[in-house]
Structure formats: C-alpha cells, structure tokens
C-alpha cells in the first residue's frame, strides 16, 4: 500500500505558525478509520498530537497543543491539515502523519492503532 505523505515542515520562531499537509492514499480516501498526526521530539517517545476522520468534523486533540493547532480534512482532495500557531520551543519535533488508525478515532493517541504511516517532516520552533 502506498503510504501517506506529509509536507510543510520546516523552521519558525517561537510565536510563529507552520502548516503541514499530508496526502492521504487514495485507497483510504473515505475510510472512517482516524487520520493522525503524532509528533517525535529528540530523545522522546512518540507522542500523539491530533486526529480526525473523513467526512467528519470531530476532532481531538493533544492538552498542549489545544488552543494552538487545528486539524482539517479536505475530503476532496484527500489531504489532512495541521495548522500550528503560537508556536513554542518544546513543539520542536519529526512530525507523522497516520491512516489506518481506529475506527472513528475511538482510541486515536494510541501510535500502535494505526498502520499506515509517513516518513515524517521536521519542525524547528527556535526561541
């Protein structure tokens, strides 16, 4: 299976904003299963920091990324969103996107719920 795709990535300073995209296989593209973006900061586990699933406006989000990120899902375009804002130092992570995860994202912090997954892109909050 083609895997997912992100994009955006890059380097900001703390109070700045980044959007990530990721390009959902067309295979996935309305399955009800959640779309995650999870983020790996140096020498840190693998932390989940949002979710969504097609054709729906719920969304969950991670306590400290709450106020500040905002995932969206561009059903015909089969693209999820990730746009951060307020950036701060401690955001400084690989970031994954992640199909394939829990039937309407029921359990969707859990990284082992999701089977597809991209090669991640890198963001850089400088203080």
């Known amino acids: 299976a083609v895997r997912p795709e992100e994009s955006g990535g890059g380097s900001v300073q703390a109070g700045g904003s980044l959007g990530l995209s990721c390009l959902i296989p067309?295979?996935?593209?309305?399955?009800?299963?959640?779309v995650g973006w999870f983020r790996q900061g140096p020498g840190e586990p693998r932390e989940a920091v949002a979710a969504?699933?097609?054709?729906?406006?719920?969304?969950s989000y991670a306590d400290p990324v709450k106020g500040r990120f905002t995932i969206s899902y561009d059903n015909a375009k089969s693209i999820v969103y990730l746009q951060m804002n307020s950036l701060k130092p401690e955001d400084t992570a690989v970031y994954y996107c992640?199909?394939?995860?829990?039937?309407?994202?029921?359990?969707?912090?859990?990284?082992?719920?999701?089977?597809?997954w991209g090669p991640g892109t890198q963001v850089t909050v400088s203080s």
């Open positions: 992640a199909a394939e995860g829990p039937m309407f994202c029921s359990t969707w912090a859990l990284a082992y719920d999701y089977s597809q």
């Open positions: 067309s295979e996935y593209k309305y399955s009800l299963n959640c």
């Open positions: 969504t699933y097609s054709g729906s406006s719920q969304t």
